[in-house]
C-alpha cells in the first residue's frame, strides 16, 4: 500500500519535472463572435495533433493553449484555425474557409458583429 | 497577515462595506468538492462597456446601477455563467465550472432549483439548496419529497423511519455517499439517512442507473451524493428554529470562520427532540417515537491557490435515541418483559475523514486527489423481546488521479479504492460478527467531441475477502442529435453483500421467525448480490408560449443475478434467501417540468414500476411497491420588493395500490387485504424572505389527513405470534403543521 503510494508520487513527480516544453502554455487572439466560433475555434485547435487543451474566450477573442512544443508549432495551430474561418494576426484565413462560416459567426460583418452586442 | 484577515472579514459584509454603488464577489472554483477563488476571472455586466477582474483571492468589486441585472463571469477553461443580480445587499459568491466538468449542469439564466443536464453524459439531475427550502427537509430522508425520482416509504409502524427508494428497489441497493465517500452503508442502513441534517446539506446529485466506477463496486439503480455546506462559502452564522405540532422540535446553528488567506473552519451543530406522545388511530401505539439526537460536526478547509493544494478535515459526532412502542411503555421496569410491548434505539457514531487534493498549476486538466474515512457506528436496540445490537468500524480510502490522453477530448480517471468493515453483530443470541475488506483498481475512460457525442466508460477490479475477485464495468453514453435533445444509454454491473438485519430491521417490529435459509456463502451463509442495470432515457428542452420546459422520459431494467431475496409471504416468518430464478426490476419514467409564467414553475411526473421476483412460493410482485405513482409540484416566488419576497410551495403525490404480502394463514381478524387501497398525499409550504438574512416559513405535511387506519395487526396483544407492524403503505401520523425560521450572517 505505502509502496504503491510513493510509487504514483514518484510518477507524478516525473511527470512535473519533464513537463516543462510538453506542457506549454500560450496565447494569442483569433477573430470570432459567439459561442459557435467558440466551439469551432476550440475544435480546430484540439484536431491539431499536440494540443492538449484549448479555450477560446469570447469577450476577449484570446485563444488559450497548452501544446506539446516537441509536436506541433503555435503557427500549426493558427493555420488550422484559419482553415475552419477564422483569422489570427498572424494566420489569415482564405476567402472560401470564412464564407462557409454560419452566417451568425461572420465576424467581418460589423452588423452581425453589433447585433451580438445587443 | 492580521490585517489580511480583517480585510477578508470586512469583504464579507457587504452590509457594512462603504461604497453603495458596487457590488462585492468572488468568483471561484470547484475540484473535486476543493473550493477555492480564482483570481484574474473577467466580470462585466452583460452588454455593457463596465467590467473588471477578479483579485489574487478571486475577488471583485464592480460598479454597479439598478439597471444593470446581468453579471457575467468568465475564466479559461471554465463555462462562462451569467447571473441574475436583483439587488446591491446581495454578495456574488459563484463557483464556476469547469468547461471539461462532465457531470455538471450548465447555469441557465433563470436558475432552476432542480435541474437536468443537457451535457453530463449519466442522467443525473442536481438538486440544489434552494430546492431543499421547498420543504422543512429536517434531514437528508426527507429532502427527497419535492423530487419524483426518489420515493419516499414509511418502512414500519413503530419507528416511523423513512425509507426511500429508486428504480423501484431499497435504498441498499442505491450508493449513498456524502462528498463521494460512501456514508449510509452496512449498519447505518436503516437510519443513517435521517444522521444528516437538513442545513447541512449544500446540494444533492442523483445519478440514476448505473453510477461510475470511481467511488465503488455497491451502486446497482442509482447513486446519490450529498454535498455538504463548506466554511468558506457557508454563511458565517446561520441559525434554524423548527417547531411542529407533532412536538418535534430541531435546531440547526452554523458558525464559520475564515482564518487566513489558507484555511477557514465551520462547526454546526443540530439537536432535536420529539417528547410529545401522539396516538391520533388509538391503538395504543406510539405514532412516532419519541426521542432527541446531537449531532456535531467541525470541518476545517484548506486552499492554496498558488501551490494548487486543497484540503478538507472532517469530524463529526452523533448520539440518536428513539424510544417506541406501546403508550404505558416504561422502559426503566418494561424492557424486555412482557408488561408492555416497547422498543429502543440508541445509536452513537463518530466519524473523521481527511480530503486532499492537488492541482498542477500549469497544467489544469490535471490532478490528484486522497481521500480517507474512518467511521464507528454502535447502534444498540431492543423491539419488545428482541435484542439487536451492531457495532461498525470502517476504513474508506481511496487514491484518484485525473488526466488527459493527448488532449482535452480523452480524458481518464484512475486510482485505488481500499475497504475495511468489521461488524459485531448480536441478532438476541447469535452473534453474526464478521469483518470484510477490500481492495480495488478502477480506471474510467471518457471521450467528449465536445459535440453531440460523448461516453464514460470504466472497469473496476477488486478484490473482496467475502465476494472473491471480480469485475465491474460501467459505461455510459450521450448523444445529442438536436438542440437540446439528449439520448442517454448505461449499463453495468453492481455487487455488494447484503446485511440482512441492518437493512430489514423492521422485522424486529414483528413477531415474525427469522428463517435464514443458510447455503454455505461466505455472508450469513447466503452469496453475495449482483445485478446488472440498463437504462435508456431521452431529455427535451422546449419553449412553449416563449417559456421554457423540459420533458424527460426513462426506463430503466435491474436484472438479478443474485440476490438475497427478502421473503415476507408466509405472515409468521421472514426469510432470507439465494435468489433461484429471475428477479427483475423494470422502471418507467417521465417527468415535464414548466415554467408556466414568471417565477412559476410545474413539474408533473408518472411513474411505473414493475418489480417481481422469484419466491419459493412462485413469482410475485414486490409487496408494498405500487405499480403507478403520479406526481405535482408547483412552485412560486413573488417578485423582490426591498429585498424581500415569498414563495409558495405544494408537493402532490398520489401512490397507486400496493400489493400486502400474503395473510391468508392468519385468523380473520389478524389478515389484510391482498391490496391497498390508492393513497393521496399533499404537502405545502409558505416561505416568506424578509431580507437576505431572515426568513420564516410556515408549512404542512400529510394536508389531507390521510392516514392508515390500522396500521399495526394484532396491536391490541403485541405478544401474540401475529404481532406485526412492518404492514405500512400510508402516512401512521395525519397532517402535521410546523413552522421555522432562518437566519444568517
Same mark, same amino acid.
Given at each position: 500500500m505505502k509502496k504503491l503510494f510513493?510509487?504514483? +508520487?514518484?510518477?507524478?513527480?516525473?511527470?512535473?519535472?519533464?513537463?516543462?516544453n510538453k506542457n506549454a502554455k500560450v496565447s494569442f487572439e483569433v477573430d470570432g463572435i459567439c459561442g459557435m466560433c467558440k466551439k469551432r475555434i476550440e475544435k480546430a485547435a484540439l484536431n491539431t495533433k499536440g494540443v492538449k487543451y484549448a479555450s477560446w474566450d469570447v469577450k476577449t477573442h484570446m485563444l488559450s493553449l497548452i501544446i506539446d512544443e516537441r509536436k506541433?508549432?503555435?503557427?500549426?495551430?493558427?493555420?488550422?484555425?484559419?482553415?475552419? +474561418?477564422?483569422?489570427?494576426?498572424?494566420?489569415?484565413?482564405?476567402?472560401e474557409a470564412y464564407n462557409n462560416l454560419d452566417p451568425c459567426c461572420k465576424y467581418k460583418d460589423e452588423e452581425i458583429v453589433k447585433d451580438h452586442e445587443k | 497577515m492580521k490585517n489580511r484577515i480583517i480585510l477578508i472579514i470586512i469583504a464579507l459584509f457587504p452590509m457594512i462595506s462603504f461604497s453603495q454603488d458596487t457590488l462585492k464577489g468572488m468568483a471561484m472554483t470547484n475540484e473535486n468538492g476543493q473550493i477555492s477563488g480564482i483570481p484574474g476571472a473577467t466580470v462585466y455586466w452583460l452588454d455593457t462597456e463596465i467590467g473588471t477582474t477578479t483579485n489574487d483571492k478571486g475577488w471583485f468589486t464592480i460598479k454597479y446601477k439598478p439597471e444593470f441585472t446581468k453579471l457575467v463571469i468568465s475564466f479559461i477553461g471554465y463555462k462562462t455563467d451569467t447571473i441574475n443580480v436583483t439587488s446591491l445587499n446581495q454578495e456574488i459568491h459563484h463557483i464556476l465550472k469547469d468547461e471539461s466538468e462532465l457531470d455538471e449542469i450548465v447555469i441557465e439564466s433563470r436558475s432552476k432549483t432542480t435541474s437536468f443536464s443537457y451535457l453530463s453524459t449519466t442522467n443525473i439531475i442536481k438538486v440544489s439548496s434552494e430546492e431543499l427550502l421547498k420543504a422543512a427537509c429536517c434531514n437528508l430522508s426527507e429532502s427527497f419529497e419535492t423530487n419524483p425520482s426518489i420515493d419516499v416509504n414509511f418502512s414500519d409502524a413503530v419507528t416511523g423511519t423513512k425509507q426511500i427508494q429508486m428504480l423501484g428497489l431499497n435504498s441498499p441497493y442505491l450508493l449513498i455517499t456524502q462528498e463521494n465517500i460512501p456514508s449510509v452503508r452496512g449498519a447505518s442502513q436503516a437510519y443513517g439517512l435521517t444522521f444528516t441534517p437538513g442545513t447541512w446539506i449544500e446540494s444533492i446529485q442523483i445519478t440514476k442507473g448505473t453510477g461510475s466506477v470511481v467511488n465503488g463496486y455497491e451502486s446497482i439503480a442509482g447513486q446519490i451524493n450529498a454535498e455538504l455546506v463548506k466554511p468558506l462559502t457557508d454563511e458565517k452564522l446561520f441559525v434554524n428554529l423548527y417547531g411542529a405540532n407533532n412536538g418535534r422540535l430541531e435546531l440547526n446553528t452554523h458558525f464559520n470562520q475564515i482564518l487566513s488567506d489558507k484555511w477557514s473552519t465551520g462547526i454546526y451543530l443540530h439537536a432535536n427532540n420529539r417528547s410529545k406522545e401522539n396516538d391520533h388511530n388509538g391503538d395504543n401505539f406510539l405514532d412516532m417515537p419519541i426521542g432527541n439526537q446531537i449531532n456535531v460536526m467541525n470541518r476545517w478547509q484548506y486552499q492554496n491557490a498558488e501551490t494548487g493544494w486543497v484540503g478538507f478535515l472532517n469530524l463529526r459526532y452523533l448520539n440518536d435515541e428513539k424510544q417506541g412502542g406501546e403508550l404505558n411503555f416504561n422502559p426503566d421496569t418494561d424492557k424486555l418483559t412482557t408488561n408492555a410491548w416497547g422498543s429502543e434505539i440508541n445509536t452513537n457514531r463518530f466519524d473523521a475523514a481527511v480530503k486532499i487534493g492537488y492541482v498542477f498549476p500549469e497544467i489544469p486538466y490535471q490532478s490528484f486527489g486522497f481521500q480517507t474515512a474512518y467511521s464507528k457506528h454502535k447502534q444498540e436496540?431492543?423491539?419488545?423481546?428482541?435484542?439487536y445490537d451492531i457495532e461498525q468500524e470502517?476504513?474508506?480510502? $481511496? &487514491?484518484? =488521479?485525473n488526466s488527459i490522453i493527448g488532449d482535452t477530448r480523452n480524458k481518464f480517471k484512475t486510482g485505488i479504492t481500499f475497504t475495511y468493515d468489521r461488524y459485531s453483530e448480536m441478532v438476541e443470541l447469535v452473534d453474526y460478527g464478521r469483518t470484510e475488506n477490500s481492495i480495488g483498481g478502477f480506471f474510467e475512460y471518457s471521450y467528449d467531441n465536445l459535440d453531440e457525442f460523448s461516453l464514460t466508460a470504466g472497469i473496476r477490479v477488486d478484490q473482496h475477502n467475502k465476494?472473491?475477485? &471480480?469485475?465491474?464495468?460501467?459505461?455510459?453514453?450521450?448523444?445529442?442529435?438536436?438542440?437540446?435533445?439528449?439520448?442517454?444509454?448505461?449499463?453495468?454491473?453492481?455487487?455488494? $453483500?447484503?446485511?440482512?438485519?441492518?437493512? %430489514?430491521?423492521?422485522?424486529?417490529?414483528? %413477531?415474525?421467525?427469522?428463517?435464514? #435459509?443458510?447455503?454455505?456463502?461466505? #455472508?450469513?451463509? =447466503?452469496?453475495?448480490?449482483?445485478?446488472? %442495470?440498463y437504462g435508456v432515457s431521452f431529455l427535451q428542452g422546449f419553449n412553449l408560449f416563449g417559456r421554457k420546459g423540459d420533458i424527460l422520459i426513462d426506463f430503466y431494467r435491474t436484472d438479478f443475478t443474485n440476490q438475497v431475496v427478502v421473503d415476507w409471504e408466509n405472515p409468521q416468518e421472514i426469510s432470507f434467501y439465494n435468489l433461484d430464478g429471475k428477479s427483475v426490476a423494470n422502471s418507467f419514467q417521465t417527468e415535464i417540468s414548466y415554467n408556466a409564467f414568471n417565477n412559476f414553475d410545474l413539474k408533473l411526473s408518472y411513474k411505473f414500476y414493475d418489480v417481481t421476483t422469484d419466491y419459493s412460493s412462485g413469482n410475485n410482485s414486490k409487496p408494498l411497491t405500487p405499480n403507478h405513482r403520479f406526481f405535482v409540484n408547483i412552485g412560486y416566488?413573488?417578485?423582490?420588493?426591498?429585498?424581500?419576497?415569498?414563495?409558495?410551495?405544494?408537493?402532490y403525490n398520489l401512490v397507486g395500490k400496493q400489493r400486502f404480502p400474503n395473510t391468508e394463514s392468519n385468523p380473520t381478524e389478524y389478515q389484510r387485504p391482498e391490496y391497498s387501497p390508492t393513497t393521496n398525499l399533499l404537502n405545502a409550504q409558505i416561505t416568506r424572505i424578509f431580507s437576505p438574512k431572515f426568513e420564516m416559513y410556515i408549512g404542512g405535511e400529510n394536508i389531507t389527513g390521510t392516514t392508515q387506519e390500522n396500521p399495526i395487526i394484532s396491536a391490541g396483544n403485541p405478544f401474540n405470534p401475529y404481532f406485526d407492524s412492518t404492514m405500512v403503505y400510508a402516512p401512521i401520523n395525519g397532517a402535521n403543521f410546523y413552522t421555522g425560521l432562518r437566519f444568517k450572517l
Open positions: 510513493l510509487f504514483l +508520487g514518484i510518477v507524478l513527480i516525473t511527470l512535473s519535472a519533464t513537463a516543462q506541433t508549432a503555435v503557427k500549426t495551430v493558427q493555420e488550422n484555425v484559419a482553415a475552419v +474561418g477564422h483569422s489570427t494576426k498572424e494566420v489569415a484565413t482564405t476567402e | 436496540s431492543y423491539y419488545g423481546l428482541r435484542t470502517s476504513v474508506y480510502s $481511496s &487514491f484518484l =488521479l465476494l472473491g475477485f &471480480f469485475i465491474t464495468p460501467r459505461i455510459h453514453l450521450r448523444y445529442s442529435p438536436w438542440e437540446k435533445g439528449v439520448f442517454r444509454a448505461s449499463f453495468g454491473r453492481g455487487k455488494r $453483500s447484503a446485511n440482512v438485519f441492518a437493512e %430489514n430491521q423492521q422485522l424486529f417490529a414483528s %413477531n415474525r421467525t427469522i428463517n435464514l #435459509i443458510d447455503s454455505g456463502g461466505k #455472508i450469513y451463509g =447466503l452469496d453475495p448480490e449482483s445485478a446488472w %442495470n416566488k413573488t417578485p423582490v420588493k426591498n429585498n424581500s419576497y415569498w414563495m409558495f410551495d405544494a408537493t
